[in-house]
């Protein structure tokens, strides 16, 4: 749902500076061990370029891979503007900085409005154009190509919540969703990409939860319409979609997307999360929020995924952030484990306690 909120790129002094870093605490050979690498994405409290350092700083110790979640830049692609420039500009010298880590990186591109799937990318609709046009559709083939031979991403998503747009926009949108990830799979088998495709479905809506269908949905209709994707992402908000507790989310919840389908795909969350605090319709709080990171490690590990990462690894200051009246963000402004100040809340603890666990090979 969260569409990526800035487009920063770290300079080359930036990158040759010091970073901490910190190894979890070992855990005893009893310990159970996790099939997930966990991580966030470089999304900052505040639009500043300091901001967005002092995140990826203060996320680096919790976190064993990073996440990129962008959305594709219509109006500069549209104006003729390389999208090999872009990708340098704006994302190069972060995933570098990541890959210098030893961090694998996910990249995942939107190409719809990230904040109202009923609606095509606000860009293209300011500009009077379509992700129908074959125009569109061959620039941002060119932009994933870009992506792909610059960034090296080990996980490449080339369309977000498709369930979602699929059962709330206009039938000739998610037809054109379907034909650009298309065309953009067909471009990276041509440049011979070695990054796994994928395409992210909304878990709530799987359910038949948003919008509430009073069934569960599946993804057959997804790994059909994508018959290309070698992984499924996961958005999964389920404090929107009528649970009250974290307990109250069934332990089969990721699972049950592989377990009821012909195909089994590696499974990654790759956005999500649970508020920390009361908002529209929501009551909530830290300790909730916690409880939440536990009960996800369980759906993880029932479903033996391969990542569980957020978009958000701060909260949102709002009065930082651009919010056009009417927009779904303030929903989505207390996902953090840390504040907007980057002070912890308890939920860190409860993902500190599944980052210590092996990793299983």
């Given at each position: 749902?969260?569409?990526?909120?800035?487009?920063?790129?770290?300079?080359?002094?930036?990158?040759?500076?010091?970073?901490?870093?910190?190894?979890?605490?070992?855990?005893?050979?009893?310990?159970?061990?996790?099939?997930?690498?966990?991580?966030?994405?470089?999304?900052?409290?505040?639009?500043?370029?300091?901001?967005?350092?002092?995140?990826?700083?203060?996320?680096?110790?919790?976190?064993?891979?990073?996440?990129?979640?962008?959305?594709?830049?219509?109006?500069?692609?549209?104006?003729?503007?390389?999208?090999?420039?872009?990708?340098?500009?704006?994302?190069?010298?972060?995933?570098?900085?990541?890959?210098?880590?030893?961090?694998?990186?996910?990249?995942?591109?939107?190409?719809?409005?990230?904040?109202?799937?009923?609606?095509?990318?606000?860009?293209?609709?300011?500009?009077?154009?379509?992700?129908?046009?074959?125009?569109?559709?061959?620039?941002?083939?060119?932009?994933?190509?870009?992506?792909?031979?610059?960034?090296?991403?080990?996980?490449?998503?080339?369309?977000?919540?498709?369930?979602?747009?699929?059962?709330?926009?206009?039938?000739?949108?998610?037809?054109?969703?379907r034909t650009i990830a298309a065309g953009g799979e067909s471009t990276l088998l041509a440049q011979g990409s070695l990054a796994k495709r994928f395409v992210s479905v909304q878990v709530e809506t799987a359910w038949g939860r948003l919008p509430?269908?009073?069934?569960?949905?599946?993804?057959?209709?997804?790994?059909?319409?994508?018959?290309?994707?070698?992984?499924?992402?996961?958005?999964?908000?389920?404090?929107?979609?009528?649970?009250?507790?974290?307990?109250?989310?069934?332990?089969?919840?990721?699972?049950?997307?592989?377990?009821?389908?012909?195909?089994?795909?590696?499974?990654?969350?790759?956005?999500?999360?649970?508020?920390?605090?009361?908002?529209?319709?929501?009551?909530?709080?830290?300790?909730?929020?916690?409880?939440?990171?536990?009960?996800?490690?369980?759906?993880?590990?029932?479903?033996?995924?391969?990542?569980?990462?957020?978009?958000?690894?701060?909260?949102?200051?709002?009065?930082?952030?651009?919010?056009?009246?009417?927009?779904?963000?303030?929903?989505?402004?207390?996902?953090?484990?840390?504040?907007?100040?980057?002070?912890?809340?308890?939920?860190?603890?409860?993902?500190?306690?599944?980052?210590?666990?092996?990793?299983?090979?």
């Amino acid at each position: 749902m969260m569409k990526r909120l800035l487009l920063v790129a770290a300079s080359t002094a930036l990158l040759a500076g010091a970073i901490v870093t910190c190894s979890s605490e070992v855990a005893p050979p009893s310990a159970p061990t996790r099939t997930y690498r966990l991580g966030f994405s470089d999304t900052p409290p505040r639009l500043t370029t300091a901001s967005v350092l002092q995140t990826i700083e203060a996320w680096r110790p919790h976190a064993d891979i990073a996440q990129i979640t962008q959305g594709v830049p219509w109006r500069a692609l549209l104006a003729d503007t390389s999208a090999a420039e872009l990708v340098r500009r704006d994302l190069q010298q972060v995933a570098a900085l990541y890959h210098s880590r030893g961090l694998p990186l996910i990249v995942q591109l939107d190409v719809t409005d990230g904040l109202a799937r009923d609606r095509e990318a606000p860009d293209l609709v300011a500009l009077g154009r379509s992700i129908t046009e074959p125009s569109v559709q061959q620039r941002y083939r060119e932009y994933v190509a870009a992506i792909d031979s610059i960034l090296h991403p080990e996980y490449l998503g080339l369309a977000m919540e498709t369930n979602l747009v699929r059962a709330v926009a206009p039938a000739s949108v998610y037809a054109g969703v379907r034909t650009i990830a298309a065309g953009g799979e067909s471009t990276l088998l041509a440049q011979g990409s070695l990054a796994k495709r994928f395409v992210s479905v909304q878990v709530e809506t799987a359910w038949g939860r948003l919008p509430g269908v009073g069934h569960f949905v599946g993804t057959d209709a997804d790994r059909a319409d994508f018959p290309f994707i070698k992984a499924l992402g996961l958005s999964s908000y389920p404090f929107l979609a009528g649970f009250a507790e974290p307990a109250d989310v069934p332990v089969d919840y990721y699972a049950r997307l592989n377990e009821s389908s012909a195909t089994k795909l590696p499974l990654l969350v790759v956005e999500g999360g649970w508020s920390s605090g009361s908002v529209t319709g929501v009551t909530s709080s830290p300790d909730r929020q916690a409880l939440w990171i536990k009960r996800q490690m369980e759906l993880a590990d029932r479903g033996a995924l391969v990542a569980v990462t957020q978009i958000s690894f701060t909260d949102l200051d709002l009065s930082a952030y651009p919010v056009p009246p009417g927009s779904i963000l303030p929903l989505f402004a207390q996902l953090g484990l840390v504040d907007v100040d980057f002070h912890a809340k308890p939920a860190l603890a409860e993902w500190d306690r599944a980052l210590a666990r092996p990793l299983r090979p």
